[in-house]
């Protein structure tokens, strides 16, 4: 027998006076968001069948009854987000096949009992938003199915046990928060499936272990707001698929090592440390400066670092990537540089001339890797030229990287994709030529409140699926087997940023598209959503309630679905697991499709869109 009850209208008041001994054989019980008060009483024991016990968000206080410990057969118990208090039953560890345990967000107190080394079987294990006191007991470490282990905005005090290193299928530790001293244990290096690690806000000290290299699946590392001391690994530069990296609020010390360049990281914060040295020049072009401050030995050539003084102007490089000798620029039917066949350095002098040694009247935008500017040819050609702030000379591999990334991308033909046309690069500028487009960036169109309003819904779906589909072209249609690992690693926005990142991951992509499509129905960046999504705050969030309040909700019926489908597929490719997201071939598909909606649409909660089976 089962009872499933979710979003009741009707409150139902005292838990405690349901007649639990009616249902003897109550296998699940599911009682979601209902109204209920009062405490969880005794009486709960007799469900010996128990087998999914689920209060989620209600207003239950009191302490848990000592005899829930007795609920054996239980296989998942979920309390999240209710006003308990008091400590977890000492007996807990006799409740052996559970598989997730979620205490999450109420108020309960003392130590993380030993015996929750019994547990296992247990997989999912959450304490967060609690008053929980004490170390992290040694057992953990007998917890080796455990996959979650949220310990995160507690009181916990204490080093981080060596013992945590047995959890060898962990995927994700959140630790911040807390009271926590002494070292970074060593054996975390051992977490080879680890995908996020959080540590911030303790005040745990020593240097950072070089095993924490070894996590080559990681895509948030946040260490923030401790006493860390010593330098960045060297054994950073196996981290390829880190997106969130957060060193920050430290007394790390030493360069900066030249890796970190090669992150597919949307955010990076290095701010108030001990660093000194040269900013490698490819992360000043890609990292806002806020990212280096307050580190008085930083130097570098942005505004806003002072200069080095040691010159590292570097021996200009040109690259042979054609007949020619040191211009690499395509023709496409003949009519667009066909005449430029002298050298490279002619070839600068046109460009310069033509923007005025980049001129900032000729700049038409802006973005982490550089400027963008229009310039009217010689030929009488307009064409958009892109330049770079920076190139990591000191990367032997970087040039070769990038006249392949070039390369390919300049015979990718498709109606999504802006034409790249070729690129210059002389005397340490590199930039890109590309086919000029009139009405500029989607990035600003969506910061003109009246093209904003012009850019309608339809328009809007048109958009995001146009990119779907481009990337869906990038990644199966336009790549084969001997060119797959070259284009893979495309980062940020489709053709320019393969050349930077050199990491093969197709589901970086899959990120940023997730990020472009919601700032196309927010009209906004997401970054506060997307942070907020983990937390209790986006609860009782809408669709209506992110969606951009410059256009009136849509009265088709058609459009709302077509705006839930893509946020519900958008907050699917953002996953924090890269391996849950979906392709790029699958989102394209799913919104060629049709999906109905639960209505009313507008009142659909953001984290069932999040979970919504498409």
Not at 208 to 216: D, F, R, S, T
Not at 319 to 338: E, H, R
Not at 576 to 603: C, D
């Amino acid at each position: 027998m089962d009872i499933f009850i979710f979003d009741s209208d009707k409150e139902l008041g005292e838990l405690s006076k349901l007649r639990f001994s009616s249902f003897p054989n109550l296998v699940q019980l599911y009682l979601y968001n209902c109204g209920l008060n009062g405490s969880i009483p005794h009486q709960i024991s007799t469900l010996t069948h128990l087998t999914y016990f689920f209060l989620d968000f209600n207003n239950l206080t009191g302490q848990l009854p000592l005899s829930l410990a007795n609920l054996t057969r239980l296989e998942t118990l979920s309390l999240y987000s209710n006003r308990l208090h008091g400590s977890a039953p000492p007996d807990i560890g006799k409740m052996k096949n559970l598989t997730s345990l979620d205490l999450s967000i109420n108020h309960l107190s003392g130590v993380i009992p030993s015996l929750l080394g019994h547990l296992t079987k247990l997989q999912y294990l959450s304490l967060y938003c609690n008053q929980i006191t004490g170390s992290i007991p040694s057992e953990i470490g007998h917890l080796t199915k455990l996959e979650v282990l949220y310990l995160d905005n507690n009181e916990i005090n204490g080093s981080i046990p060596f013992e945590i290193g047995h959890l060898e299928i962990a995927d994700i530790i959140s630790l911040n928060n807390n009271n926590l001293t002494g070292v970074i244990p060593s054996s975390l290096g051992s977490l080879t499936n680890l995908t996020y690690l959080e540590l911030r806000g303790n005040q745990i000290n020593g240097s950072i272990p070089p095993e924490i290299g070894n996590l080559k699946k990681l895509s948030h590392l946040d260490i923030s707001g401790n006493l860390i001391c010593g330098k960045i690994p060297s054994q950073f530069e196996k981290l390829k698929l880190v997106e969130y990296f957060n060193l920050s609020h430290n007394n790390i010390s030493g360069p900066i090592p030249h890796c970190l360049s090669n992150y597919v990281w949307t955010t990076i914060d290095l701010s108030h440390n001990q660093l000194k040295g040269h900013v490698p020049s490819q992360l000043q072009s890609r990292a806002p400066l806020e990212a280096f401050a307050h580190n008085k030995g930083l130097c570098g050539e942005i505004k806003g670092l002072p200069r080095c003084k040691k010159s590292y102007d570097q021996t200009i490089l040109i690259i042979l990537v054609s007949l020619f000798a040191t211009l690499f620029l395509l023709v496409k039917n003949g009519d667009l540089f066909s005449i430029w066949d002298y050298d490279g350095v002619i070839a600068y002098q046109d460009i310069i001339q033509a923007t005025e040694d980049f001129d900032i009247k000729y700049c038409i935008g802006t973005e982490g890797y550089g400027s963008v500017y229009k310039a009217q040819l010689p030929s009488g050609n307009v064409v958009a030229l892109k330049k770079l702030h920076g190139w990591e000379s000191e990367d032997p591999t970087y040039l070769k990287n990038f006249e392949n990334e070039v390369r390919i991308l300049s015979t990718i033909q498709h109606r999504n994709i802006v034409k790249l046309h070729g690129f210059c690069l002389h005397n340490r500028s590199l930039f890109l030529v590309y086919k000029y487009m009139e009405r500029g960036s989607l990035f600003c169109i969506l910061r003109n409140n009246v093209e904003a309003v012009e850019l309608d819904w339809i328009q809007r779906v048109n958009v995001v699926k146009g990119i779907a589909n481009a990337f869906s072209y990038m990644h199966h249609d336009y790549l084969d087997s001997s060119n797959q690992t070259l284009l893979a690693g495309t980062c940020g926005y489709i053709a320019p940023k393969l050349a930077y990142t050199m990491v093969v991951t197709e589901k970086c992509d899959v990120y940023s598209f997730g990020m472009v499509a919601l700032e196309t129905m927010m009209g906004m960046h997401p970054g506060e959503l997307v942070t907020s999504l983990s937390s209790s705050s986006t609860q009782n969030t809408t669709l209506s309630d992110i969606l951009d309040s410059r256009l009136s909700y849509p009265r088709r019926t058609r459009i709302a679905n077509d705006i839930a489908l893509i946020v519900s597929l958008a907050l699917k490719c953002l996953h924090s697991n890269l391996q849950l997201r979906p392709s790029m071939q699958q989102v394209s598909s799913k919104l060629a499709s049709t999906k109905s909606f639960q209505q009313p649409i507008a009142e659909l909660p953001i984290l069932q869109l999040k979970i919504e089976v498409i």
